[in-house]
C-alpha cells in the first residue's frame, strides 16, 4: 500500500514561487506514475502533471505549462511540483496521486489508485 503526504502550500504573492513536496511510503513507489491534481470549491478536480515512474515522460496541463515542473526523487520516495509564475488563478487544493505506470498520458482521476490528503496553495494578486 502507498500512503501519500503533500507538503509546501501557502500563500504567495503572483509572480512568486512555491514547491510542493509529495512523500510516498510503500514498496512500490519508484514503480508508480506520480501525478497533480488541484481543485477550487465547486469545481472538478483536474490534473496538473504526471511523471513516469523513469522520469522519461512527463505531462503538463496547458494552464500550467512552462510554469511548473514535476520532478522525482526515487532515493527519497519524493515527488515536487515547483510552481514558478503563479497566478491567482493557480489557488486551489493540490493533491498528488499514484497509480500504476502505463503508456497512457495518465491525466484521469480514475488512472489513480492512491491519494494525498491535500495542500492548499492562495495565490494574491
Known amino acids: 500500500q502507498v500512503q501519500l503526504v503533500e507538503s509546501g502550500g501557502g500563500q504567495a504573492q503572483a509572480g512568486g514561487s512555491l514547491r510542493l513536496s509529495c512523500a510516498a511510503s510503500?514498496?512500490?513507489?519508484?514503480?508508480?506514475?506520480m501525478g497533480w491534481f488541484r481543485q477550487v470549491p465547486g469545481n472538478e478536480r483536474e490534473f496538473v502533471a504526471g511523471?513516469?515512474?523513469?522520469?522519461?515522460?512527463?505531462y503538463y496541463a496547458d494552464s500550467v505549462k512552462g510554469r511548473f515542473f514535476i520532478s522525482r526523487d526515487g532515493a527519497k520516495n519524493t515527488a515536487y511540483l515547483q510552481m514558478n509564475s503563479l497566478k491567482p488563478e493557480d489557488t486551489a487544493l493540490y493533491y498528488c496521486?499514484?497509480?500504476?505506470?502505463?503508456?497512457?498520458?495518465?491525466?484521469?482521476?480514475?488512472?489513480?489508485?492512491?491519494w494525498g490528503q491535500g495542500t492548499q496553495v492562495t495565490v494574491s494578486s
Open positions: 511523471i513516469s515512474w523513469t522520469g522519461g515522460r512527463i
Open positions: 510503500g514498496p512500490t513507489f519508484s514503480r508508480r506514475f
Open positions: 496521486a499514484a497509480a500504476p505506470d502505463s503508456l497512457g498520458t495518465m491525466r484521469r482521476e480514475v488512472d489513480y489508485d492512491y
